[in-house]
């Protein structure tokens, strides 16, 4: 179907590629107007732009001078999806700090509607504190961000990310977006927790355990693609933030419970983090010293239980709330009594016994525990995994109500 697309073309290096992405868009059938801010306007000019797109490309030039025509709130409400590509740190900054001293960022501001913008930068501009901010508010804020990639630079010798994804990549995430409604997810927010927890013993030392976050990150990005709002309450972990999530970072079991209360509400929550069942009774205020008397003695307390403290709320509690079973024998016997004791509606069990490798591995053998019975899955890749399980939460939410 037919979308009207409002293309934002910033003032870098990368903007020759926003040539191409045009007559993509345009080959899928879309309808693109374009906005060239006074950088865009000297990388590549108007006209080039106006005979790629079949449309007057606009200009500050003319929105100054001509409000008359069409006015910036008309230009960014008639659009389906607003995106930004080049998008540089300075129109990043300026849309996470709502400016609107330009034709470009005013309509940024004055739009409803969903906004994708394709960063494209010196990698330690990408880098800086700065700039890292200005990406979380914006995402924050429901944008979305295509890229940047890794690569050799236009400055000679630089690498690292920075470079701006690719027409296609960009073509695919406006496709995903402009395809949302219909995803089987949409309208929803799905809460993950993922990986460990690290709980301090004192200021150099923790308790932690072997998770990866490799699963609860795979069940994010699997139900974002699904269209879902996601939120990712993430322990410590090596591997990156999903793209398309909030993710929110966490050390202990006691800012896990905190992130995710803060979170509510969700249609359905899913607890895949290996959460430390134990903390110290008190972190030491500094390094613990050997002293020559021997070893000190750790006094351990108990962590909250933030599956079962989820699940057993009267207010805000998750439409489903899915828990895992980590258990190293007896695992579907085991699963099932979990399942009654913390009060979710399933358990997603796996066996993580010595030899199996799923701690910290990439593939998983699990078995789902519902109310009506136990499904037994083969071995699959992690991701495989998260794809299954989204697939059920999305077919087990009540209809129409999203
Ligand atoms: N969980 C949690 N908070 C905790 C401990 C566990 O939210 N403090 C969640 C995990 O995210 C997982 C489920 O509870 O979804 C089961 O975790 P598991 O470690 O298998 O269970 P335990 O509670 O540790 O039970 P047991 O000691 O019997 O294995």
């Not at 050997?290 to 207010?315: M, Q, S």
Request: hydrophobic share 45%; net charge neutral; proline share 6%.
């Amino acid at each position: 179907m037919t979308k009207r697309i409002l293309l934002i073309i910033g003032g870098g290096i990368a903007a020759y590629k926003s040539l191409d992405l045009i007559r993509r868009l345009k080959e899928r059938g879309h309808e693109v107007r374009v906005i060239l801010t006074k950088g865009g306007a000297e990388f590549i000019t108007p006209l080039s732009v106006a005979s790629l797109s079949r449309e007057r490309a606009f200009t500050d030039l003319f929105s100054l001078t001509d409000e008359a025509d069409i006015g910036h709130i008309e230009l960014s409400r008639s659009a389906d999806l607003l995106v930004v590509a080049p998008a540089t740190a300075d129109l990043l900054a300026k849309m996470a700090g709502g400016h609107a001293d330009d034709l470009a960022s005013t309509a940024l501001l004055a739009t409803d509607k969903p906004v994708l913008v394709a960063p494209a930068m010196n990698p330690r501009m990408w880098q800086h504190p700065a700039t890292r901010r200005n990406m979380a508010l914006l995402q924050a804020d429901g944008v979305t961000v295509v890229g940047p990639n890794e690569g050799a630079m236009a400055e000679r010798g630089e690498f690292g990310p920075g470079r701006m994804a690719e027409p296609m990549e960009i073509l695919a995430a406006v496709e995903r977006l402009l395809g949302g409604a219909d995803l089987p997810l949409a309208g929803r927010h799905v809460l993950v927790t993922s990986g460990p927890t690290h709980e301090p013993i004192d200021p150099v030392r923790y308790i932690a355990n072997r998770s990866s976050g490799r699963q609860g990150h795979a069940i994010a990005a699997a139900a974002a693609a699904a269209g879902a709002r996601v939120t990712l309450v993430s322990g410590p972990v090596a591997i990156a933030p999903p793209a398309g999530v909030t993710t929110v970072a966490v050390e202990t079991a006691r800012e896990m419970l905190a992130a995710v209360e803060a979170a509510l509400p969700a249609d359905a929550a899913v607890f895949a983090a290996a959460v430390a069942d134990w903390r110290t009774a008190g972190e030491a205020a500094q390094k613990m010293k050997k002293n020559g008397k021997g070893a000190p003695r750790l006094t351990l307390v108990e962590n909250p239980d933030i599956l079962a403290t989820i699940a057993h709320r009267a207010e805000q509690r998750p439409g489903l709330v899915v828990g895992f079973a980590a258990e190293t024998e007896k695992v579907v016997e085991h699963a099932r009594q979990k399942r009654l004791r913390k009060g979710c509606d399933w358990i997603v069990a796996n066996d993580v016994g010595p030899g199996t490798g799923v701690m910290g591995g990439t593939r998983n053998t699990v078995h789902l525990v519902t109310g009506e019975g136990v499904e037994d899955w083969p071995t699959m890749d992690k991701d495989e995994v998260a794809r299954r399980l989204v697939a059920r939460i999305a077919a087990a939410m009540p209809k129409g109500s999203a």
